[in-house]
């Protein structure tokens, strides 16, 4: 019931999240030389990947599988790329470009867990999982290591995001505040990370350096 | 009901396919020099991997887990890989194999999807991810750089055997006359890139080339 | 009904084997010196991963998303890893933790499966995958080369246990007996290889060695 009211925005963030990664696997097969086919299959994981899991986890029909907009948008994304040339584009606008998708990801990820009945915390691992696996399976594929897993601010700026709007909805705002909320916050963190080269400490051992 | 004609057909298809994608796996295994239960990974893996996700994806029972015989095929084709030194086969008799395992299950997989009441693009879909999910999965595993996402024309030829079966379908084929055109086209276009070495232009990117 | 008897103990089993796999995750990211959030990232997938390929599998919900207990075990384990530095500890020791833990979860993923209706064959692999998916995710995730498909004795010790555990349900022992020594049957095999250094023979190809 009080999801309905976010409905429709939440539905757009969706496809727009779903296009943005859609052209992020585009280019990543850009980078490989690979070809038009490669270029949709990787649209494609990349794209609905996210969503895919948390709807497969969270016992829900999955989301793009009964209809034809979302793949269509995927197979569009990458069409473009290919012949617009798009590696042209400055990398940085894709960074900014993936910055939003990836706040919209966690929000809806998130949102979508809680109204299946979940609590707060795998919730938020929902909007975290939506928001990161589509682009772990894009490199995984390209063979290119994971820059999801390094030090940059990404997994933590989807993290932000997810919690902020649980938060704020436990603490009753109406779910289309929320949703403005928890998308600003994770877009912020994760925008102060690609404007400042912000990272996180990795870990460090406790004797010298071993190259293992 | 249309589906009921072709099911028996679709059935041995399925098996055949399931058994050529586990030879496949086990051979796998066998260059990278790895013990009979690692070919007995590998097999199962490769052999029932993509109607796995096929079937998560459409929410029907995963095909082989209610039953032995899937995976006893599996199994038996590691062991005949292992006891028969296989790898000695000319490796040319094995990528015919693999053909028609792929045009099969390409097929195989767009029946089952169209039978679950998804529309045509999702379904050409779960034909291709049907075909290769499986090999992808077994050279990620086994450290391999994918030969599915290089330029040869082999998610061409699935998607191409997958886009026939929905059109002669939609033309009122019947189904089993639909089954045959559909293996018959992706399977022909995959012996011509075999036979002659055709593959995909790969993307030209718009600069000099840069090493990344 | 002849599963209730072992269950409160199952459960015991599973929460253990959840625990020592997120530890085991936690480590591998402080091999590679990453950041907190991605040692909980790894903590999470190697800690739930095969028991959550199993429920989708079998058509279960998966076991830990209506909860937050499994999740706040995986994240515990990734922080008390990061705040003691636990790779000082010695390497043997989490050996012998992540040895009991493979046994564990392969018995109860075993048991799980029988409890769905599935046969003794796919049961068996339902327990092997529960094992060992967790601990192939890690390693992908990590880039590094699998140890769990190498002529290590790990996949065949969880099959030793699965089966050892299904025989014994099969003769009539109750759930409670048939989990000791499938569980016992599992480590014992585990625990050779480790004190022992056994391994499995690798395949011997038909020719020369010829480097692919």
Redesign the interface.
Known sequence: MAMSAARPALQVLNMAAVGVFAVSGALA???A???????A?FA?ITGVGGG?LRD????A??F?????DY??VCLLAAGLV?LL?A??WRMSALLWFDAIGMAAYAVVGTAKALSF??????SI?MG?LTASFGG?IRD????E??AL???EIY??AA?LGATVYVGAIMLGAPPALATIVGVSAGFTLRAFAIARGL?????????PDKS?
């Not at 009945?117 to 795998?122: I, S």
């Open positions: 097969a850009a980078r030389k690979q070809t038009i086919v490669t270029f299959f494609v895919t497969l986890l969270i016992g029909p999955v793009w599988v009964g209809r034809s793949l269509g290919w040339r590696d042209r009945g979940l609590p707060a915390l795998p691992m975290v772990i995984v594929l390209a063979g290591p994971s897993l390094g030090p997994i933590s993290a990272s996180l400490p990795g870990y460090r051992g406790s004797g293992d």
